[in-house]
């Protein structure tokens, strides 16, 4: 199986944003509660982004170690993928959606625009990497859609430290 390195790498980064979120966390304190959704919803959309890249990092060496050819191993890969991702948004969007309509959360188009059209690349992308479309079932096509997952975790990331920011002229915090 090609790509190990990288998949191991991309893996530590996930584990590592997962540490930053717990240490951001707890660094929040009360903030960390559903009385404060922009928080809140940041710091889980972290720890679960961060976990998905985690998994879907890994998962490609189960089918490998059970001895599935290459283009199976990346087509299952992608589709664990497109699972995790839409799981995900169906998961956070409806809370989402209800704290924006309560007005208890106020919108970051630097981090809401790209958030929004990542997860359409992520599920596009593995969609044609899973049905052989562009790339046939490989390894390029599996990494571009861990690379937007990651993307999303960071984004998350740095937008939970942008709404956690205290100082004058820092965000409102809902």
């Known amino acids: 199986m090609d790509a190990e390195s990288t998949l191991q790498t991309i893996a530590q980064i996930a584990?590592?944003?997962?540490?930053?979120?717990?240490?951001?966390?707890?660094?929040?304190g009360?903030?960390?509660?559903?009385?404060?959704?922009?928080?809140?919803?940041?710091f889980w959309v972290l720890i679960s982004s961060s976990f998905g890249v985690l998994f879907s990092a890994l998962f490609p060496f189960l089918p490998h170690h059970l001895g599935a050819t290459d283009n199976v191993v990346w087509a299952a890969s992608s589709g664990v993928i497109i699972v995790l991702t839409i799981c995900n948004l169906a998961f956070f969007l409806p809370p989402i959606a209800?704290?924006?309509?309560?007005?208890?959360?106020?919108?970051?188009?630097?981090?809401?625009i790209p958030l929004n059209v990542c997860p359409a690349l992520v599920v596009g992308s593995q969609l044609l990497n899973a049905l052989g479309v562009g790339l046939g079932q490989s390894a390029g096509g599996f990494l571009i859609g861990?690379?937007?997952?990651?993307?999303?975790?960071?984004?998350?990331?740095?937008?939970?430290?942008?709404?956690?920011?205290?100082?004058?002229?820092?965000?409102?915090?809902?």
């Open 15 to 28: 584990v590592s944003l997962a540490g930053f979120a717990g240490i951001a966390g707890a660094l929040a």
């Open 30 to 42: 009360a903030k960390l509660r559903p009385s404060h959704p922009l928080i809140w919803l940041s």
């Open 98 to 112: 209800r704290a924006k309509r309560a007005g208890s959360l106020a919108a970051i188009p630097a981090f809401e």
């Open 146 to 174: 861990l690379y937007f997952l990651l993307l999303i975790a960071v984004l998350n990331f740095v937008q939970l430290l942008y709404v956690l920011d205290d100082s004058p002229g820092g965000p409102p915090h809902a």
